[in-house]
Nanobody, 126 residues
Framework: QVQLVESGGGLVQAGGSLRLSCAAS????????MGWFRQAPGKEREAAAA????????QYANSVKGRFTISRDNPKNTVYLQMNSLGPEDTAIYYC???????????????????WGQGTQVTVSS
C-alpha cells in the first residue's frame, strides 16, 4: 500500500530553519505530484507548497513564498520542504500529500491529493 512518511520536524527558534523530508513507497513516485500542507492548532489545514512529477511546476502559498522551498529527488522517492526564516506562525503539523495520477500538474487544494502522511510536528519558539 502507499506510505508517506514525514521526518525532520522539531523545535526551532524564530528565525531558524528546518528541512522536512517525505519518503514515499507503494506508488510510482516519479510520476506523482506531491504537496506539503500544514495544520496549526484550532485552524484549518492549509497548503504550503506543491510540486509536479518532475519538479518543473511549483506553487507556494503566499504565507510561505520566499521562505520555503519544495524540491524532490525522484531516484530517492523523497520530497523535501526547506523552511527558512521560521516564525511562531509556522508552528503546525506538516503533512506530505501525493496525487498518484501520473503526470498531473500541481495544486494547493488538499482535496486534489489522494494519499497523505501522518505528519510531523514543527514548533517555532519566539
Amino acid at each position: 500500500q502507499v506510505q508517506l512518511v514525514e521526518s525532520g520536524g522539531g523545535l526551532v527558534q524564530a528565525g531558524g530553519s528546518l528541512r522536512l523530508s517525505c519518503a514515499a513507497s507503494g506508488l510510482s513516485f516519479n510520476t506523482a505530484a506531491m504537496g506539503w500542507f500544514r495544520q496549526a492548532p484550532g485552524k484549518e489545514r492549509e497548503a504550503a507548497a506543491a510540486i509536479n512529477w518532475r519538479g518543473g511546476d511549483i506553487q507556494y502559498a503566499n504565507s510561505v513564498k520566499g521562505r520555503f522551498t519544495i524540491s524532490r529527488d525522484n531516484p530517492k522517492n523523497t520530497v523535501y520542504l526547506q523552511m527558512n526564516s521560521l516564525g511562531p506562525e509556522d508552528t503546525a503539523i506538516y503533512y506530505c500529500a501525493a496525487r498518484s495520477s501520473p503526470f498531473a500538474g500541481t495544486s494547493l487544494s488538499g482535496s486534489w491529493y489522494n494519499y497523505w502522511g501522518q505528519g510531523t510536528q514543527v514548533t517555532v519558539s519566539s
